[in-house]
């Protein structure tokens, strides 16, 4: 690398979700290494992002978004078009999407020519009822001129069903904050949830069918028949989607509960200075994922020394090993049950989490950095042939 490149990152969002915690991190580490990046995000609250990053920042105020999901998604298109057309395109070398609708804003500057080309992060594809938004999803991609995936479960879908080269850039975690450590702070977060003296099993991630929220809470109500002073913490789920009809089918279930349904602590978003004493204070991370990109939730909760429960499917299976986690079949929720109770035996659980240890410390924010040079330089090159 002989200068410095000028890198515009583009995200989805301002709030905590995989792929915009994922931007943000790599638009630090870049900035570390001595590039030029801005991270620019749509800002429907005004607040800016979850968290103030250690790079530049450009959050664009936009307006109430539409109910109707497909309407939501091309309002927010256009409001990222508009803010480009505002600060405009010059000053970067390379424009990096990591969704699809800054993926769509970057194919319309491109098509108008007012850039290049530009870089698509695919951390997972999605099916959508709506034909619009599949097509808006594809277009997202196949208008890009260079590819990168989290894992190959996604580089293999990517030339399976679109013909598509893409690299593997993988995930990162900060160690440093996400570490092993006990302190006051995790004994006032457990006060302020409510919590008692159970052990604490913990969701990232909201209510989403992807999440397997359901079968979580399934195997909970199996859990509670053995052990019931166990509790289950549901985090996050800051989401632009409409879940709104697997919600009302979890409250379905929620219900059906009846007394042990208050051991169910549906917090929401988290301050981002409380995730890290939310990881220390579980007893395990219960993540029956059944669809993923990466799972960045499980390397965060492998740095904290919090066993993890995760899918017998990729991309999980594709960098874990067999001992590192406590395995399940996330469609049956019995499997995902006794995950949880194997996550308790002393011997079992001191395995996993030094393997997990091990596991978290091969993850940082520098080699995902420095794994998207080459793709970066070559769409620079490219531009300028």
Not at 22 to 41: C, I, K, N, Y
Not at 145 to 156: C, E, I, K, P
Not at 339 to 348: D, F, H, Q, R
């Amino acid at each position: 690398m002989t200068r410095p490149l000028r890198i515009a990152m583009l995200t989805h969002s301002t709030n905590p979700r995989g792929g915009v915690v994922h931007s943000m991190h790599l638009s630090e580490a870049l900035t570390a290494m001595g590039h030029t990046v801005v991270l620019h995000a749509p800002d429907a609250k005004g607040g800016g992002f979850f968290r103030k990053p250690a790079c530049a920042t450009q959050c664009f105020p936009v307006g109430p978004a539409p109910m109707e999901m497909t309407a939501m998604v091309e309002q927010r298109i256009e409001d990222y078009v508009r803010h480009f057309d505002r600060a405009g395109t010059r000053d970067f070398d390379v424009f990096h999407a990591h969704d699809g609708i800054s993926g769509n804003a970057l194919a319309t500057l491109k098509e108008n020519g007012l850039i290049n080309g530009f870089v698509r992060t695919v951390h997972h594809i999605d099916q959508f009822a709506d034909p619009r938004l599949m097509r808006l999803q594809d277009r997202s991609i196949d208008r890009a001129d260079a590819f990168l995936t989290v894992s190959a479960l996604w580089q293999q879908s990517l030339a399976s069903e679109r013909g598509l080269h893409a690299a593997i850039v993988g995930n990162g975690v900060d160690t440093t904050r996400f570490a092993p450590t006990w302190s006051g702070e995790q004994t006032a977060l457990h006060d302020r949830l409510g919590l008692h003296s159970g052990p604490v099993f913990l969701s990232i991630g909201g209510i989403e069918a992807r999440k397997n929220t359901i079968g979580i809470l399934d195997a909970f109500r199996q859990l509670r028949a053995v052990l019931p002073a166990a509790q289950l913490v549901i985090a996050g789920g800051v989401s632009l989607l409409d879940h709104r009809d697997y919600q009302e089918e979890f409250q379905s279930h929620l219900r059906g509960l009846r007394e042990d349904a208050s051991a169910v602590h549906v917090i929401g978003a988290v301050a981002d200075k409380d995730m890290p004493n939310l990881y220390r204070l579980a007893d395990a991370l219960v993540f029956p994922s059944l669809k993923e990109g990466f799972g960045l939730v499980v390397l965060e909760a492998m740095a904290s020394g919090v066993p993890a429960i995760v899918s017998s499917l990729a991309p999980f299976t594709q960098y874990l090993g067999s001992e590192d986690a406590i395995w399940c079949d996330p469609h049956h929720a019995a499997s995902i049950a006794e995950a949880m109770a194997l996550s308790l035996v002393p011997k079992i659980r001191d395995r996993v989490i030094a393997r997990g240890l091990e596991v978290a410390s091969r993850f940082d924010w520098q080699g995902v950095a420095q794994a998207h040079l080459s793709t970066y330089t070559t769409l620079k090159e490219a531009a300028h042939a």
